[in-house]
């Protein structure tokens, strides 16, 4: 089991930066499948961006179209902690961002879909103003 807490929301000016932070829990962290995800209100949560869990040195990472070459995912596994690096951010970019780990290996074009995810955080909101 995991859990996941997200940090690092806030306001910022378009094309302004953020850095979102997600910190887990349990000694297992280092194995999961770790994602981003975003809900807009009104709308439904969509993917942002995914990680595999890093089994040696190499990473693996996919991008939603909307947000790649801007947003950059990475992991710190000895710290137990997931980032999103967000530059260049516009007003569609405004929502609220989830942490999300998973127990199915990662595979690229694949873990873009909520029900691939186990385990979610609260969520950190991202206001971008024009």
């Known amino acids: 089991q995991v859990q996941l807490a997200e940090s690092g929301g806030g306001l910022v000016q378009t094309g302004g930066s953020l850095r979102l932070s997600c910190a887990g829990s349990?000694?297992?962290?280092?194995?999961?499948?770790m994602g981003w995800f975003r809900q807009a209100p009104g709308k439904e949560r969509e993917f942002v961006a995914t990680i595999s869990w890093g089994g040696g040195s190499t990473y693996y990472a996919d991008y939603a179209d909307s947000v790649k070459g801007r947003f950059t995912i990475s992991r710190d596994n000895a710290k137990n902690t997931v980032y999103l690096q967000m530059n260049s951010l516009k007003p569609e970019d405004a929502a609220v961002y989830y942490c999300a780990a998973s127990q199915k290996r990662w595979t690229l074009g694949a873990m873009r879909v909520r029900s691939d995810y186990d385990h979610w955080g609260q969520g950190t909101q991202v206001t971008v103003s024009s």
């Open positions: 349990g000694r297992t962290f280092s194995t999961y499948t």
